[in-house]
């Protein structure tokens, strides 16, 4: 094995659900491993998508497959097609350059291709491909649901001529008791043909919202709640935003998803713990159905929770409706637009998602590994840049006024092909308030009244005198330079404890920069039902900057580390004379200090 091939069998995760499929590759069980990522669209995708993502695409990467997108649009009341074109952006954006050419999409507006191999079943073609796209030039767009609500509505007729399944006048908080109770349903044992007229009244739009269901007929007193003769569909006389007006009987998501799996041919149906229970029934109606083999089999994993945050998109939708962050894709939620937006990269996502690995036990994950995939990732491609979040004036009074000299400062230490770049440095200055203390505490390594430092990339100062206003406000520091101690100097040798960052006054460019911090004070905010009492109040600072002036070049593509600041964006809202950046994460863990500190 070569190196490279060696580090990507090493990268790549293995699990029990990756067991079982690289079992099912080795007995050929199926013509092509194909998974799907099925999204409701009715919020935006967040963090915990992205793992599901992650581990559906990877697998058909590993295994030659396919991953078809799909949305899952049962519940039109609740969707939006904002949400079905954010969750698409969302994907491409994650899988970019890495998946990609694994998303199966069906031909936009084209009849889909049916394979009728054995003249009953029903399934596209396995799906087209990035490769075929390039091929045929067509456009493509993702799967829905409502695709097949055609097929789905025959497949509950047959269940009705089987027996299978009938039309129930319970209302819906009678149904909920009658199962909660085991109690069959007195509408039970009608009869085929008039379970076929009502089903087909109910399609026809002759009843309101809520008066009739159809039900599968299953076992009332099952010990698995799920298959007390569960409702399979419900009239809704809502507008749905693929089909419009041509329904008002939408079928549920455990009857649509499992007849979804199996018209597109998908192999290996992921989902998270909570559908563990649902499994029974999802078998139950493809069973029911008599569909040829092969069927698609639905396997589970543990959700992702992540501290400090909350991943439902119900409480996402709530931060968002009252205004208490800026949107769906405010840099300080967890949903993967506010994640792109702060600033971390596709990869970064992933080498998280990809990663943390795939169990049956529900946990929460600690924040600070996913902050260290950023980390890591932001070190290798950032260009390194000067900029003062918080200024105080320097001025070296042994430097000429009116002169200006360009000083070499390498953009990245760990990219050789990053090169230098020039920055100005002239007799009045920016440095940090923080980078000075008047009295200094112990160990204090940085400028003090007396005290040298050495300003990065240029030359040692020393403080001279501490010029203060009449509230005795700090306004100037008046400091006098080493002129022999920048690189290359007689006394560029000479070691002063400290180096600091600045920026050159009459160069500085002025920044709005958005300082992020958690979204919420406590590591299971919602552990008490009552998230919102735990958001954090410092979650959000902004200030003017003064940053060296290369940064008025700066792009959305690339990624900056202020030199021992932080990890910084642009952010979109920039305009060509307004830099505003994001602060995607500091340089070190401020928040494992903090929790030392507290123990
Ligand atoms: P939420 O409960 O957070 O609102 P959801 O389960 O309603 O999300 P769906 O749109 O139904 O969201 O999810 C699409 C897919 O993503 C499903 O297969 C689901 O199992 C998976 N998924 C959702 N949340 C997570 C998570 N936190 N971790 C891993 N996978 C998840
Ligand atoms: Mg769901």
Redesign the pocket.
């Given at each position: 094995m070569s190196l490279e091939n060696k580090e990507a069998a090493a990268s790549t995760p293995s699990d029990f659900i990756r067991d079982i499929v690289a079992a099912h590759v080795a007995e050929n069980k199926y013509p092509c491993i194909h998974t799907r990522?099925?999204?409701?669209p009715?919020?935006y995708l967040?963090i915990?998508?992205a793992?599901?993502i992650c581990l559906n695409f990877g697998i058909a990467r590993e295994f030659g497959g396919v991953c078809n997108l799909r949305m899952?649009d049962t519940n039109p009341a609740k969707e939006d097609i904002e949400y079905v074109e954010s969750i698409q952006a969302d994907v491409n954006w994650l899988i970019s350059a890495w998946a990609d050419d694994k998303l199966g999409l069906k031909p936009k507006n084209g009849t889909p291709e049916i394979l009728a191999a054995d003249g009953k079943r029903d399934f596209y073609r396995p799906a087209v491909t990035k490769a075929d796209r390039e091929k045929s030039g067509g456009t493509f767009e993702p799967f829905y649901a409502s695709d097949y609500f055609d097929q789905i509505y025959e497949y509950a007729e047959e269940l009705i001529e089987k027996g299978k399944a009938f039309v129930c006048d319970l209302t819906p908080d009678q149904t909920d008791e009658y199962r909660r109770n085991g109690l069959e349903s007195p509408f039970r044992n009608r009869s085929v043909e008039e379970n076929l007229d009502w089903f087909q009244r109910m399609k026809a739009g002759e009843f309101a919202d809520g008066v009739r269901t159809l039900r599968a007929k299953i076992d009332a007193s099952a010990p698995n709640i799920w298959l007390r003769d569960p409702l399979l569909y419900r009239i809704k006389h809502v507008e749905h935003h693929q089909t419009g007006k041509k329904w008002c009987i939408y079928p549920m998501y455990d009857f649509a998803h499992c007849l979804s799996d199996y018209i597109e041919g998908i192999t290996h149906s992921?989902?998270?713990l909570e559908?563990e229970v649902h499994r029974p029934l999802y078998d139950w109606i493809l069973e029911s159905l008599e569909l040829p083999r092969p069927l698609p089999h639905q396997y589970e994993f543990a959700?992702?929770?992540l501290g400090y945050t909350i991943?439902?998109?119900?409480k996402l939708m709530q931060l968002v409706d009252e205004n208490l962050v800026t949107g769906w894709d405010d840099p300080r939620l967890p949903t993967i637009s506010g994640i792109r937006r702060r600033g971390v990269t596709p990869e970064a996502l992933r080498n998280f998602a990809y990663n943390i690995g795939i169990t049956k036990y529900n946990g929460v994950t600690d924040v600070s590994v996913l902050e260290y995939a950023i980390r890591e990732d932001l070190n290798k491609r950032s260009l390194r840049r000067l900029a003062v979040l918080r200024p105080i004036k320097v001025v070296i009074t042994n430097f000429p006024e009116g002169k200006t000299e360009e000083l070499d400062a390498i953009n990245n230490p760990e990219d050789e092909n990053a090169g230098k770049r020039k920055i100005p440095f002239s007799r009045e200055l920016y440095i940090e308030r923080d980078d000075f203390a008047e009295v200094p505490p112990p160990k204090f390594f940085r400028l003090k009244p007396g005290g040298e430092v050495r300003l990065k990339y240029a030359y040692i100062i020393k403080c001279e005198e501490v010029v203060k206003d009449a509230a005795g406000n700090i306004t100037e520091l008046r400091c006098t330079a080493d002129l022999d101690s920048k690189s290359g100097g007689a006394t560029s040798a000479r070691k002063v404890k400290g180096t600091i960052h600045w920026v050159s006054a009459a160069h500085a460019v002025d920044a709005e920069v958005r300082l992020y911090d958690r979204l919420f004070t406590v590591a299971e905010p919602d552990a008490d039902g009552d998230f919102k009492k735990h958001l954090n109040p410092h979650s959000l600072e902004v200030i003017t900057a003064k940053c060296e002036p290369s940064l008025k070049d700066a792009s959305t593509e690339q990624r900056y580390q202020f030199e021992r600041l932080a990890y910084f964006t642009l952010d979109f809202d920039f305009k060509p004379d307004k830099l505003v950046f994001n602060r995607t994460i500091t340089l070190k863990d401020t928040w494992a200090k903090e929790a030392q500190k507290g123990a």
């Amino acid at each position: 094995m070569s190196l490279e091939n060696k580090e990507a069998a090493a990268s790549t995760p293995s699990d029990f659900i990756r067991d079982i499929v690289a079992a099912h590759v080795a007995e050929n069980k199926y013509p092509c491993i194909h998974t799907r990522f099925p999204p409701e669209p009715n919020g935006y995708l967040h963090i915990g998508h992205a793992k599901s993502i992650c581990l559906n695409f990877g697998i058909a990467r590993e295994f030659g497959g396919v991953c078809n997108l799909r949305m899952d649009d049962t519940n039109p009341a609740k969707e939006d097609i904002e949400y079905v074109e954010s969750i698409q952006a969302d994907v491409n954006w994650l899988i970019s350059a890495w998946a990609d050419d694994k998303l199966g999409l069906k031909p936009k507006n084209g009849t889909p291709e049916i394979l009728a191999a054995d003249g009953k079943r029903d399934f596209y073609r396995p799906a087209v491909t990035k490769a075929d796209r390039e091929k045929s030039g067509g456009t493509f767009e993702p799967f829905y649901a409502s695709d097949y609500f055609d097929q789905i509505y025959e497949y509950a007729e047959e269940l009705i001529e089987k027996g299978k399944a009938f039309v129930c006048d319970l209302t819906p908080d009678q149904t909920d008791e009658y199962r909660r109770n085991g109690l069959e349903s007195p509408f039970r044992n009608r009869s085929v043909e008039e379970n076929l007229d009502w089903f087909q009244r109910m399609k026809a739009g002759e009843f309101a919202d809520g008066v009739r269901t159809l039900r599968a007929k299953i076992d009332a007193s099952a010990p698995n709640i799920w298959l007390r003769d569960p409702l399979l569909y419900r009239i809704k006389h809502v507008e749905h935003h693929q089909t419009g007006k041509k329904w008002c009987i939408y079928p549920m998501y455990d009857f649509a998803h499992c007849l979804s799996d199996y018209i597109e041919g998908i192999t290996h149906s992921i989902c998270t713990l909570e559908f563990e229970v649902h499994r029974p029934l999802y078998d139950w109606i493809l069973e029911s159905l008599e569909l040829p083999r092969p069927l698609p089999h639905q396997y589970e994993f543990a959700r992702l929770a992540l501290g400090y945050t909350i991943m439902s998109k119900r409480k996402l939708m709530q931060l968002v409706d009252e205004n208490l962050v800026t949107g769906w894709d405010d840099p300080r939620l967890p949903t993967i637009s506010g994640i792109r937006r702060r600033g971390v990269t596709p990869e970064a996502l992933r080498n998280f998602a990809y990663n943390i690995g795939i169990t049956k036990y529900n946990g929460v994950t600690d924040v600070s590994v996913l902050e260290y995939a950023i980390r890591e990732d932001l070190n290798k491609r950032s260009l390194r840049r000067l900029a003062v979040l918080r200024p105080i004036k320097v001025v070296i009074t042994n430097f000429p006024e009116g002169k200006t000299e360009e000083l070499d400062a390498i953009n990245n230490p760990e990219d050789e092909n990053a090169g230098k770049r020039k920055i100005p440095f002239s007799r009045e200055l920016y440095i940090e308030r923080d980078d000075f203390a008047e009295v200094p505490p112990p160990k204090f390594f940085r400028l003090k009244p007396g005290g040298e430092v050495r300003l990065k990339y240029a030359y040692i100062i020393k403080c001279e005198e501490v010029v203060k206003d009449a509230a005795g406000n700090i306004t100037e520091l008046r400091c006098t330079a080493d002129l022999d101690s920048k690189s290359g100097g007689a006394t560029s040798a000479r070691k002063v404890k400290g180096t600091i960052h600045w920026v050159s006054a009459a160069h500085a460019v002025d920044a709005e920069v958005r300082l992020y911090d958690r979204l919420f004070t406590v590591a299971e905010p919602d552990a008490d039902g009552d998230f919102k009492k735990h958001l954090n109040p410092h979650s959000l600072e902004v200030i003017t900057a003064k940053c060296e002036p290369s940064l008025k070049d700066a792009s959305t593509e690339q990624r900056y580390q202020f030199e021992r600041l932080a990890y910084f964006t642009l952010d979109f809202d920039f305009k060509p004379d307004k830099l505003v950046f994001n602060r995607t994460i500091t340089l070190k863990d401020t928040w494992a200090k903090e929790a030392q500190k507290g123990a």
